[in-house]
RNA sequence: GCCGCGUUCGUCUAGUGGCCUAGGACACCUCCCUCUCACGGAGGAGAUCACGGGUUCAAAUCCCGUACGCGGUACCA
């Protein structure tokens, strides 16, 4: 069975890279019928920092990205929090110092920076000299017991060509000469993160190792300790990087780069995920299909279509995704249109504007696109529908181009109301009828539609931009409309 | 510096030796619809497949080199 897990270390709020790769582990271990885990990397404690563990678990859920064992609900290979684990990777450490394959280390770090300058300066490879390598084991028991800190190194061992057929990149090699004696055992008796790492994978049973390309370099670390335990070996996949703009490693500073951002920007996780899936992976061949639900990620998922090449993280085409995603749900809502559009963007409408049922289903509706694609805009699309009076900008009803000027517009404002007026209430309820109306005057009056139309529209909303005409009247009613059309004529 | 990885329209990508005078999507532009914005519809522009050599009848696809980018080189993950 397939096991892959999000090791995500709380040193702050999930971020988009690290959706991504829960994602990706996520939908091999659904896919293969497999299990997911979630784990906690809090070795680190200066970097720790409050709040981030429960931020990865709302977040993943808000993703539905559901972990099948994990801190918050346990699992068989517990416990998920690698600070309450800390016996275990005593005790296996222990067993590789036994073994020859590690050592005690009790160089201070001023030994170690004037070691790396010197060899720097020497044009060398920064490297562990082995100094405390060659210390007796009487020597090093009694400086055990006298309290002086200490570290516990890998013995890596030299002369080797550590090399495995990467899922993503397919085979990689690196020449073990080249790598440092890793620290593995920290002085204040927290393991590295290569250590604990590499321990729970085991215990854990994990089989696939599904990371970020920076892991890359320090995978054959990893696989030397597993070698050195004599441990299986799992698969691993390096997944390509997210990248800023000017194609550097994704960061703060260019932009958004926690999760939450998105979510609190009203993206839907929907929209996020299926944004994020493309970044870097496509199923390929004929596949022009651009929105995915989970489902369908699960279903069409597979490392093999993993890119190897960063993706650049533009946000143009999420606000598309982000549309789509809006309309499809819109679309799947039960019940009737106008039930659903009120039911979307109940939130947004201010108390007051809900006194006349009936005008508010109407004027929603006519804006339902926008506020379909943009609930939080509602109210900004809807304002100039309650304004108790509606102020008009000559400047705006007299415009060149639809060749009105502010004679013609008081003109047209004018025929219009006294059409109106004598039209029936019930011809409000009928945008076709208010049209065959009005284009007849407008035939009647000789003028172009725009010439009519457009300082009634202006007359009606005081908005450069808006619904259309027809629309406006139906939703406004006879009364409020030949109101505005009046006071938009006399005021000019 | 050293080690490793990468490189197809602005961006995400299709592409596994002939189907490629390189396809799709987003963004952009034009037109249509039209009383404005948006929506919708139809088109357009945009990539000498990083560059240079090879291999081959044939290369975006295979090989070598170069450039550029990125990652790593911590008692961070």
Redesign the pocket.
């Known amino acids: 069975m397939i096991v892959t897990r999000f090791?995500?270390?709380p040193?702050g709020y999930l971020h988009v890279g690290g959706l991504r790769t829960a994602l990706y582990n996520y939908l091999l271990a659904r896919q293969q019928k497999g299990r997911f885990i979630l784990r906690i990397?809090?070795?680190?404690r200066?970097?720790y920092v409050e709040g981030a563990v429960e931020n990865i678990i709302e977040t993943l859920n808000w993703a539905s990205i559901d972990h099948d064992e994990g801190p918050d609900i346990g699992g068989p290979n517990g416990p998920y929090t690698?600070s309450e684990r800390l016996k275990i990777y005593k005790e296996k450490v222990q067993f590789l110092v036994e073994q020859g394959e590690a050592y005690h280390?009790?160089?201070?770090?001023e030994r170690?920076t004037e070691m790396?300058e010197r060899q720097?300066a020497h044009?060398?490879?920064?490297?562990?000299d082995r100094h405390c390598l060659r210390l007796a084991a009487e020597e090093v028991a009694k400086k055990l017991n006298a309290g002086e800190?200490?570290?516990i190194r890998h013995k890596v061992p030299g002369g080797k060509k550590v090399s495995w057929k990467?899922l993503?990149?397919?085979?990689?090699?690196?020449?073990s000469d080249?790598i440092?004696d890793?620290?593995l055992?920290?002085?204040?008796g927290?393991?590295?993160?290569?250590l604990?790492?590499v321990i729970d994978d085991h215990s854990m049973e994990v089989t696939h190792v599904i990371r970020?390309?920076?892991?890359?370099?320090?995978t054959p670390k990893h696989i030397l300790l597993y070698e050195a335990f004599g441990w299986e070996i799992p698969q691993f996949a390096?997944l390509?990087?997210l990248?800023n703009?000017?194609?550097?490693?994704l960061?703060k500073r260019q932009g958004d780069v926690a999760a939450d951002d998105y979510r609190k920007k009203g993206y839907l996780p929907e929209a996020l995920i299926n944004?994020i899936a493309?970044?870097?992976?496509?199923?390929?061949?004929?596949?022009?299909q651009?929105i995915f639900s989970m489902e369908e990620l699960i279903e069409k998922f597979s490392l093999?279509?993993v890119?190897?090449?960063?993706?650049?993280?533009?946000l143009?085409?999420?606000?598309?995704?982000n549309?789509q995603w809006r309309?499809r749900k819109f679309d799947e809502l039960p019940g009737e249109y106008e039930d659903k559009l009120l039911n979307l963007v109940e939130n947004e409408i201010p108390a007051n504007w809900r006194d006349d049922a009936e005008l508010l289903k109407r004027c929603l509706k006519t804006?339902a696109?926008?506020v379909i694609?943009e609930p939080s805009t509602t109210v900004e699309n809807l304002s100039f529908y309650f304004k108790e009076k509606v102020t008009i900008d000559a400047q705006l009803i007299a415009?060149e181009?639809?060749k009105v000027d502010l004679p013609l517009a008081k003109n047209s404002l004018e025929k219009a109301f006294e059409a109106l007026s004598a039209a029936p209430e019930s011809s409000f309820d009928d945008e076709e009828a208010l049209?065959t109306l009005l284009?007849e005057l407008?035939e009647k009056l000789g003028i172009?539609?725009?010439?009519?139309?457009?300082p009634?529209?202006v007359a009606l909303t005081g908005?450069?931009?808006?619904?259309?005409?027809?629309?406006?009247l139906w939703a406004l009613g006879k009364e409020r409309s030949l109101e505005r059309l009046k006071s938009a004529a006399e005021s000019l």
Not at 105 to 109: D, H, L, M, Y
Not at 278 to 288: A, I, M, N, S, Y
Not at 448 to 454: A, C, H, S, Y
């Open positions: 090791p995500p270390s040193t990397e809090d070795t680190d200066a970097r690698q280390c009790f160089c201070t770090a170690l790396r720097q044009k060398e490879a920064p490297k562990y800190p200490s570290v990467d993503v990149r397919d085979e990689v090699s690196f020449d080249l440092d890793q620290v055992m920290k002085s204040d927290y393991p590295t993160y290569h604990a790492n970020g390309e920076e892991w890359l370099s320090s390096h390509p990087l990248l703009k000017d194609r550097s490693k960061s944004f493309l970044l870097g992976w496509h199923p390929g061949g004929d596949e022009t651009e093999e279509k890119h190897k090449g960063g993706a650049v993280f533009d143009e085409k999420l606000d598309w995704i549309w309309r804006v696109e926008k694609k415009n181009k639809m049209k284009l407008v172009k539609n725009g010439q009519l139309l457009w009634m529209r908005e450069q931009f808006s619904p259309g005409v027809f629309e406006l």
